[in-house]
């Protein structure tokens, strides 16, 4: 059964630091989006991707944080100067026409 | 005021018991999702509803479109199914989902 891929499972970066989360959408999906769940706290939407641009973004998506599909199967989440607040798990998802949202994983980062 | 809500926060059950979580709406919506999230952190999605009623094994989703108002039912439930239940809301195709804050299940043996 075809699976959105996550990497790294688990992200470990000093505060001030760029990172790169990295996700595999399901082959033939269009539309992607990034989510991030803090300890304790509900899944929050980040942002979502179709057709080689922002389609939506939430308040968190400040410009700190960038999105990009860079070869067509990647799409990635680039957080440009990690802070505190940033660590949680990250969530990629992937759908199509009629599809339900497929989530990977998830990335936990850690900002220290 | 919160878009989706979720009853009850915690739930601890008995092994074998049925077990019904509930989650409201306020927004009109195309999809509701139910998925389920393991200590881990891991999200799976266990069903995604725009009418009637879905099961899967001894898990049964409904949902009433009118009353804005979906329940997710464990039948003879077993302690693997310990976790955090979520219901998810999805406003039109290949929107965001807003997530509700998620329902802690506990099976004891």
């Known amino acids: 059964e075809p699976e959105v891929t996550q990497t790294p499972s688990h992200q470990v970066t000093q505060m001030g630091q760029e990172v790169i989360l990295r996700c595999v959408p399901i082959?033939?999906?269009?539309?992607f989006y990034w989510y991030r769940q803090i300890l304790g706290q509900k899944v929050e939407f980040l942002v979502s991707?179709?057709?080689?641009?922002?389609?939506?973004k939430s308040e968190i998506f400040d410009d700190q944080f960038s999105v990009e599909r860079p070869d067509g199967s990647n799409f990635t989440l680039k957080i440009r100067s990690t802070k505190l607040e940033d660590s949680a798990m990250y969530f990629c998802?992937?759908?199509?026409?009629?599809?339900?949202?497929?989530f990977g994983p998830g990335t936990r980062l850690t900002v220290l | 005021k919160n878009e989706v809500e979720q009853s009850p926060q915690n739930l601890t059950a008995q092994e074998g018991e049925f077990i019904t979580i509930n989650c409201s709406y306020s927004?009109?919506?195309?999809?509701l999702h139910w998925l389920q999230q393991h200590p881990g952190g891991g999200i799976v999605s266990l069903f995604m509803l725009s009418s009637g009623k879905k099961k899967h094994g001894r898990l049964i989703a409904t949902i009433n479109i009118q009353e804005k108002h979906s329940s997710l039912h464990i039948t003879a439930s077993h302690p693997r199914d310990s976790a955090v239940y979520i219901c998810a809301a999805q406003k039109t195709s290949y929107d965001k989902v807003i997530f509700g804050p998620g329902t802690s299940l506990s099976v004891i043996p």
């Open positions: 082959s033939n999906h269009l539309y």
């Open positions: 927004v009109g919506i195309s999809a």
């Open positions: 998802a992937s759908t199509t026409t009629g599809s339900e949202q497929f």
């Open positions: 991707f179709y057709n080689n641009e922002i389609s939506e």
